[in-house]
């Protein structure tokens, strides 16, 4: 069965630090999502990509993060200058060709910033 | 945006016992997803359900979209079944992004 993969798993950075969070969506998906868990907390959206540029964005989604899809495959989420509060399990997501179709998740990155 | 509540917060069961969740939406939904965070921290789809009913083993879910709630039904639980159950919904606005509930954590002893 089809699955969203993400790299890496777990995640330690100094705070400062770049971080390039990599995931590789269901091949024939067109719509692309990143979402963020803080311990404890519920799941949040950060940002939506589709036809090679950002479709909607949260608050949260400011100049520290950036998303590319460098290629046919991968769906990346940069944060630079990472903070403390930037650690959490992050989630990619993918739907396919009817935006209003079920999505998809992949495991996530636990990402600590210390 | 649409909100998302989910009732109850915390559920402590005995195996073989059911239980009803309960998902609340403030608006019309394209697209409602119940999910299972396991406890490695995975989201697992459990359905997908914008409207009517859906059975999966053990599990079903129904989707009364013009009352905007959703019930997720765990029948027989086993220990398994725990960790937390997010339902999801997105609004008929344009699509773009699914808005999750609090959650529910479930906890199934022996």
């Known amino acids: 069965e089809p699955e969203v993969t993400q790299t890496p798993s777990h995640q330690v950075t100094q705070m400062g630090q770049e971080v390039i969070l990599r995931c590789v969506p269901i091949?024939?998906?067109?719509?692309f999502y990143w979402y963020r868990q803080i311990l404890g907390q519920k799941v949040e959206f950060l940002v939506s990509f589709y036809n090679n540029e950002i479709s909607e964005k949260s608050e949260i989604f400011d100049d520290q993060f950036s998303v590319e899809r460098p290629d046919g495959s991968n769906f990346t989420l940069k944060i630079r200058s990472t903070k403390l509060e930037d650690s959490a399990m992050y989630f990619c997501?993918?739907?396919?060709?009817?935006?209003?179709?079920?999505?998809?998740f992949g495991q996530g990155t636990r990402l600590t910033v210390v | 945006g649409i909100q998302v509540e989910q009732s109850p917060p915390d559920l402590i069961l005995q195996e073989g016992a059911n239980s009803t969740l309960r998902c609340n939406f403030s608006d019309s939904v394209n697209n409602l997803q119940w999910f299972h965070q396991n406890p490695w921290g995975q989201l697992i789809n459990l359905f997908y359900i914008p409207s009517g009913t859906k059975q999966n083993g053990r599990l079903s879910a129904t989707t009364v979209a013009t009352e905007r709630y959703s019930l997720l039904y765990i029948s027989s639980s086993q220990t398994t079944d725990s960790g937390v159950y997010f339902c999801a919904a997105e609004d008929t606005g344009t699509a773009s992004k699914l808005t999750f509930g609090t959650g529910t954590r479930l906890q199934v002893t022996l």
């Open positions: 997501a993918s739907r396919g060709v009817n935006p209003t179709a079920e999505a998809f």
């Open positions: 091949s024939n998906h067109l719509y």
